[in-house]
């Protein structure tokens, strides 16, 4: 028999039975079988897969290169990734509960920011990123404008690239163009313009808080002041603490000087009581002497007598004389006594001296009640004043509680906010957690998708052919061999001849 070379068709009685009763049966085929198929269906694949190479080729012939430059940013944990609460906190920080790995999958999503993009395209302008987008967007419709410089954007967004390792702080950054120059120009942007938008993200948003906190508690504390000037004015009030400590001291004083002129009174009124009782006692007017003639007689002589020794010396007839005229009297005195004399009356003194202190006494009981109607007078209106200020005090006390609560309120926004200014200053000024390792620089060599994209043209032409030809394989009821004719028939090929 002759041998089996798979290229044959077996005729034989039995299978020639076989086949009319299995007509309907699909061949069985083998691994090898469905190569063999393929293989001579090759034709058919090439004749597939060509025009799908060919604009594999064409398209990857036309694609541009593209230099990807490429700069590395570490970040680390800094100051404004410290928490200080604005309200309360009792002037300590706790730190921020971020790990590495959070920080700088943040920082990577401040990276990707549309912010960010936007301060790049205003920096270096989108005609030298992108002249024929500029050129497109400035001859299209203003009501376009907005939508296709979104998708510029969305293109420089899917141009860059950023990314770390798992809990590393280095964040490597890359920028694909056309040119080298401007993909390196571009990546610097992007990195100087993400650390000025992270400082005025960390900074600002704080500072126009505080800000506003601040004029609205200034304008507050403003109405409270008003408020309170108010009711002090419609009071007739100057200082309300300094007025209720005047009213208590002046209430003080004036119940004391009551007490006092009381007193005073009392005692005035004893000593003219006895007063009057002495007066009652005293004459108003006493004997002050007698005067007798004879006395009157002999001091005249004794005067004359005197008044003669000043010419005349004793024992001359003149002196004589007048001796004998005083020795007469002095006898006669002596003999019939003063005689009839002149008794003279006159003001008692002490009777004088009780009077005036009586009247004196008088004055002052006068005074004293006059003193004591105008302290009564005073008491009941501090009394009435006090009872004023007592109605008050709630209404004054709430003022003065508002404002000071304000007030403290603003001294301590105002302390933080010189906090926050001082902590902005330093913080602008230096990013000690942000470093660039290295800037971006011109690549020298660009990357090309053109052997990708052709070789993914082969693959995928090859691919489609392939998948046609096996569709066939599977369609047509072929047996290429004898072994998938016994398969199918599941008797014994005993001959398969050769067709020519």
């Known amino acids: 028999m002759p041998a089996d070379d798979g290229w044959s068709t077996v005729h ?28 001579r269906s090759k034709g058919l694949v090439l004749l597939t897969a060509l025009p799908i190479i060919i604009l594999a080729l064409v398209v990857a012939f036309f694609l541009p290169k593209k230099y990807e430059a490429v700069s590395r940013v570490q970040v680390t944990a800094g100051a ?14 706790q730190s921020s509960v971020l790990g590495q790995q959070e920080i700088t999958e943040s ?19 989108l005609a030298a990123i992108d002249p024929k987008a500029a050129e497109e967007i400035a001859e299209a419709d203003p009501s376009e404008r907005p939508l296709m410089y979104e998708k510029v954007v969305e293109g420089l967004q899917k141009s860059f690239n950023a990314g770390a390792a798992p809990k590393n702080p280095v964040i490597r950054t890359s920028f694909q163009h056309s040119d080298p120059q401007i993909a390196a120009m571009v990546l610097n942007s992007i990195i100087e313009n993400y650390i000025t938008y ?42 309300y603490d300094t007025e209720k400590t005047s009213v208590a001291t002046s209430y003080s004083y004036v119940t004391d000087e009551i007490l006092k002129v009381q007193a005073q009174m009392s005692e005035v009124n004893e000593r003219l009581a006895a007063l009057n009782t002495r007066l009652s006692l005293t004459e108003p007017t006493i004997d002050l002497y007698v005067e007798s003639n004879y006395q009157q007689q002999l001091l005249d002589l004794q005067i004359e007598r005197e008044a003669m020794l000043a010419t005349y010396l004793p024992g001359t ?42 009247a004196e006494l008088n004055a002052d009981a006068a005074a004293l009640k006059a003193r004591f109607a105008e302290l009564r007078r005073q008491k009941s209106s501090i009394e009435r004043r006090q009872i004023e200020l007592i109605k008050l005090e709630p209404k004054y006390q ?13 001294r301590a926004l105002t302390v ?27 690549p020298a060599r660009g990357k090309s998708m053109r052997k990708l994209v052709a070789a993914a043209g082969v693959a995928f032409g090859l ?18 061999s004898a072994s998938s004719v016994s398969r199918t028939v599941g008797l014994p090929v005993l001959a398969s001849v050769r067709r020519h």
Do not use: C
């Open 107 to 125: 920082e990577v999503e401040l990276l990707y920011s549309p912010v960010v993009f936007d301060r790049v395209i205003e920096d270096l302008g």
């Open 12 to 39: 034989t009685a039995n299978a020639t039975r076989s086949s009319v009763s299995g007509a309907h049966n699909r061949p069985q085929l083998s691994v090898a079988d469905v190569a063999v198929l393929v293989w």
């Open 416 to 442: 933080r906010e010189g906090e926050e200014r001082l902590k902005r200053e330093v913080t602008q000024s230096d990013f000690e957690n942000i470093q660039v390792l290295e800037p971006a620089r011109p």
């Open 463 to 480: 691919f489609t052919g392939g998948m046609l030809a096996l569709l066939l394989v599977f369609t047509r009821p072929t047996m290429p």
């Open 317 to 358: 007839p003149q002196v004589d004389a007048i001796d004998r005229r005083i020795e007469n009297v002095q006898n006669l005195i002596e003999n019939q006594g003063e005689g009839v004399g002149v008794i003279r009356r006159g003001p008692n003194e002490l009777f004088q001296n009780l009077d005036q202190k009586r």
């Open 198 to 239: 992270r400082a005025d993200l960390f900074t600002s948003s704080d500072k126009s808080v505080l800000t506003e906190q601040l004029d609205s508690l200034a304008t507050e504390l403003e109405l409270a002041d008003a408020a309170l000037e108010r009711f002090l004015v419609d009071n007739d009030i100057g200082d």
């Open 398 to 410: 709430e003022l003065v509680r508002e404002r000071s609560i304000l007030d403290n309120r603003l």
């Open 80 to 93: 404004e990734r410290v928490f200080d609460p604005i309200v309360g906190g009792g002037g300590t920080s």
